[in-house]
């Protein structure tokens, strides 16, 4: 039964959701002048406390978000109570890299310029003076090898050599924080806004505009663990702050059984360049308006070690491909895109399930809440 949120592309995906949420909210879209996929969103209740739920940014990490958000539109949004509505909005935002989701890319082609942006690297980056761009030179080191031609044992070998050796020097994090040097390496966070980016932001100024809270989740997938054997996988709400932070006390508070997850790196600002979830802060948070932000990770990885080194692997083939052949290996295709996105049912209904319990804990923490 539950497969059935699952689509196989995105215009399938967009029909399911267009269908259900046109009968429990007010359905609105985001176009952009050239842009080919459109995204829609949902407005559930009218409260001034905003509950928004992402789908999509990276597309290689498949249809598990569309899927949750029509799982919450057929067996949640009709049983909303009226007093809830009122002091809650929820939305839901469908599929913001329709794209890549097509074309089962994490980023998106900068066609004006060249490369491959990762969006969400790509948020309240100031892009206008080029030599005061976040900077994260441990990139670099990374670079040369994980876009090395497609080897699976020797290049896998060097890139887990590369992970031992800098793993304590911050080297082998950094290939991950985003960086804007290297159009074609990986997390590149691009040279200027994205349409993507500048479509998301109007539909969350368009949520705000009578705003007095914002809760804000991303649905994601690749980080943390699928244990095949089990058909089990991990699900964790990261919330980007230390332990000691009011956005992590917050998520704690609401959820019980969603491991939330806080990042003590983050002591002296964001640890990813462009996120999201930093950017919405920066944007609708002041003393009044309250602005809580986390992504949920739905886990893909059979081995804790393994699974980063085979994902970045995966992402520097796709490269390597792209550059040198025009197009990416249908083995390179598989491999990247089973590890984001497993296509083993076990998975698929545990990684619903997990969406399942955050949503049904959030809605019947928000109701306890007296505000
Ligand atoms: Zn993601």
Redesign the pocket.
């Known amino acids: 039964m539950r497969r059935s949120y699952f689509s196989e592309n995105w215009f399938q995906a967009t029909e399911q959701f267009m269908q259900r949420a046109s009968q429990f909210g007010d359905l609105r879209w985001c176009v952009a002048d050239g842009h080919d996929f459109d995204i829609p969103y949902v407005l559930i209740g009218n409260g001034p406390n905003k509950v928004v739920i992402n789908s999509g940014?990276?597309g290689i990490?498949g249809y598990f978000g569309s899927a949750a958000q029509n799982m919450f539109l057929d067996k949640i949004a009709g049983t909303l109570s009226p007093d809830l509505l009122r002091r809650y909005t929820f939305v839901l935002v469908h599929v913001i890299n329709g794209w890549g989701m097509q074309n089962r890319m994490r980023e998106v082609v900068d066609k004006k310029r060249g490369g491959l942006v990762d969006l969400?690297r790509n948020f309240g980056v100031d892009f206008s003076r080029p030599n005061a761009l976040p900077q994260n030179p441990k990139y670099a080191l990374a670079h040369d090898l994980l876009l090395s031609p497609p080897d699976a044992v020797k290049k896998k070998q060097a890139i887990k050599d590369f992970r031992q050796k800098h793993l304590h020097d911050g080297a082998w994090d950094a290939i991950s924080y985003g960086q804007y040097t290297h159009p074609y390496g990986l997390f590149y966070g691009g040279a200027a806004p994205m349409t993507e980016n500048k479509m998301t932001m109007h539909i969350y100024d368009d949520v705000m505009r009578d705003g007095e809270s914002l809760t804000s989740i991303g649905l994601?997938?690749?980080l943390g663990r699928f244990d095949r054997k089990r058909g089990r996988v991990s699900r964790q709400l990261l919330v980007s702050h230390p332990a000691k932070h009011k956005n992590t006390e917050y998520f704690s508070d609401l959820l019980v059984a969603t491991t939330v997850v806080p990042d003590e790196r983050a002591k002296n600002g964001p640890v990813l360049l462009g996120d999201l979830v930093d950017c919405l802060e920066a944007r609708y948070a002041t003393p009044e308006i309250p602005v809580y932000t986390a992504d949920f990770e739905i886990g893909t990885g059979e081995f804790p070690i393994m699974s980063p080194i085979y994902k970045r692997m995966d992402m520097g083939d796709a490269r390597y491909d792209l550059l040198n052949c025009g197009q990416i290996n249908s083995e390179t295709w598989n491999n990247l895109t089973e590890s984001w996105y497993p296509s083993d049912m076990r998975w698929r209904n545990g990684a619903l399930d997990g969406a399942w319990i955050l949503f049904t804990e959030l809605i019947h923490s928000l109701k306890q809440k007296q505000k």
Do not use: A, D, R
């Open positions: 940014i990276h990490e969400n994601h997938t690749g």
